[in-house]
């Protein structure tokens, strides 16, 4: 009698550690991705500043003094 109410205690310990597996699972999965589309922002902005920053300027034109 005591088994069976012992294992009935340990059935929602098992589910959470399953559930618990699976969130960390999907957190780093998550955590890639998001990390991996920054890398990728940052590499775009960088892209854009240095073409921004070296293409002519149609108006840089300075006089003579």
Do not use: C, G
Request: charged letters at 20%; aromatic letters at 16%; glycine letters at 0%.
């Amino acid at each position: 009698a005591m088994a069976y109410e012992y294992s009935r205690s340990l059935v929602p310990t098992a589910w959470s550690f399953l559930l618990a597996v699976l969130t960390t699972w999907a957190y780093r999965y998550l955590e890639t991705n998001v990390n991996s589309f920054d890398l990728e922002m940052e590499t775009a902005w960088l892209d854009l500043m240095n073409y921004l920053a070296l293409r002519p300027q149609p108006n840089d034109i300075r006089p003579d003094y």
